[in-house]
């Protein structure tokens, strides 16, 4: 299967750093007559309100390879200027955090629940520029737990989601989290890569031509224009057979309901290591 790489712009690190913020040592001589001062703290605050550029968010998709989930947070770590700061707080699995803007000069990290701002990430977390926007998928890839970029909205990046046609609405679904899980994938569903039908059995293509030979699967992205309302999509093994039976025998289906002139993400993940599907929609942009 031919795959578009969407985006895996990861990882793109800020300047912040927290090595200037060792107090000094006390003053005073020591002697029992002579009070020491008390050393001048140079902890920072916190950034102000027009220090936070763009719009970000964290979408939580991570399943350990116990089969566990978890809650995760995204902070921003002390740099030059500013103290560390909690962007997002108990993103649950399966959600996505609201959104937040990333403080100029300042990296975001995720980390569990509860943890300290230089305790170890579990990623870093790449973040678009003041004029974009920008989803987080955080997954496992490769065995470790990593932060895939999402361009909601980007002038510069080719990945970003083009406007849906006049009075349809976008669906852009994406399964990138069961590649991971390959061989349970393939044992209970055939693969982690899928034919899209439309509940009838007719298969349903891709609104851009050029990508009319792409299947749902890895990096590669399912893109449709839809009528305002509800609609089934299914899923089928790929890559199937004659093209009259690709579509027919669905291994999971789900509904999407479509907003005239606004697009969506359909994220299929796997909730228990390769054994279910589920979906999460999330609004692009919005």
């Known amino acids: 299967m031919r795959t578009n790489t969407i985006l895996i712009a990861m990882l793109a690190l800020g300047c912040g750093k927290k090595g200037d913020d060792h107090p000094g040592p006390a003053t005073g001589s020591g002697n029992a007559n002579t009070p020491s001062v008390a050393p001048p703290s140079d902890e920072k605050g916190p950034p102000p309100k027009e220090a936070y550029k763009g719009k970000n968010r964290l979408l939580n998709l991570l399943v350990g390879t116990d089969g566990k989930t978890a809650p ?50 579990l990623s870093a977390m790449a973040y678009g520029k003041p004029d974009e926007v920008v989803t987080g998928l955080m997954m496992m890839s490769g065995g470790a737990p990593t932060v895939v970029t999402m361009y909601d909205v980007s002038k510069e990046m080719p990945q970003a989601p083009k406007p849906s046609a006049a009075g349809t609405g976008g669906v852009i679904v994406f399964a990138y989290q069961l590649r991971e899980y390959e061989k349970a994938m393939t044992d209970t569903f055939g693969g982690s890569a899928f034919n899209v039908g439309d509940g009838t059995g ?71 290591l390769g054994k279910t599907l589920a979906t999460v929609a999330l609004p692009i942009g919005e």
């Open 72 to 121: 995760y947070e995204v902070w921003v770590r002390r740099g030059f200027k500013w103290g560390p700061v909690k962007l997002a707080d108990n993103v649950p699995f399966g959600k996505a955090s609201t959104w937040f803007g990333i403080p100029e000069h300042m990296s975001p990290v995720v980390l569990p629940v509860g943890a300290k701002a230089d305790d170890k990430e």
């Open 202 to 272: 007719a298969c349903r293509s891709q609104r851009d031509p050029k990508m009319s030979s792409l299947a749902l699967g890895g990096t590669s992205a399912f893109e449709l224009d839809l009528p305002p309302g509800k609609h089934k999509i299914t899923l089928h093994k790929w890559p199937g057979g004659p093209d009259a039976e690709k579509c027919k025998t669905a291994v999971f289906e789900f509904e999407v309901d479509v907003v005239a002139d606004k697009s969506q993400w359909v994220f299929v993940y796997t909730p228990d």
